[in-house]
């Protein structure tokens, strides 16, 4: 799955708000436009990381529209969001991937926490172990 969400961004009130329609929660704004393709990475970053946090399963970014351009999710982010949703998909609680993976509930705890600065390379792996592989493309700029 691509990890990259549609955005749209609305002048009000002397600031550019953003809204991601796939994901209610992220909402914010930046003084300028730059601010605001800033601020909308950080505040998505932390919405998805909310379903995370509360076991939700996490929002499919759709194709943009109209208006609408995409915000995409570092590569170490997006691969903390497949193992995530990995582990939903065989209902593997992080206990049990653990005892699989042989390593502590809390090592498991930080691979899908998207605020820790997990090595892509532990998240790569333990999504080998889920039968998934970690593909990076390079895309151009928009």
């Not at 998505?44 to 399963?57: E, I, W």
């Not at 582990?87 to 049990?96: D, E, H, I, S």
């Amino acid at each position: 799955m691509d990890y990259a969400y549609p955005v749209r961004y609305f002048a009000g009130d002397g600031r550019i708000q953003v809204r991601f329609p796939d994901v209610p929660e992220a909402l914010t704004e930046g003084d300028d436009r730059e601010d605001a393709q800033t601020q909308a990475l950080d505040c998505l970053v932390a919405a998805l990381g909310s379903y995370v946090k509360r076991r939700l399963p996490m929002p499919t970014p759709s194709e943009p529209k109209r208006g609408q351009s995409l915000v995409a999710l570092s590569p170490l982010i997006a691969a903390k969001c497949a193992l995530y949703q990995a582990m939903r998909a065989r209902r593997l609680t992080v206990a049990g991937f653990a005892s699989r993976l042989g390593v502590a509930e809390t090592a498991v705890r930080r691979l899908i926490d998207l605020d820790h600065r997990s090595h892509i390379g532990e998240v790569e792996a333990a999504l080998a172990r889920l039968g998934k592989r970690l593909v990076v493309r390079d895309l151009d700029a928009a």
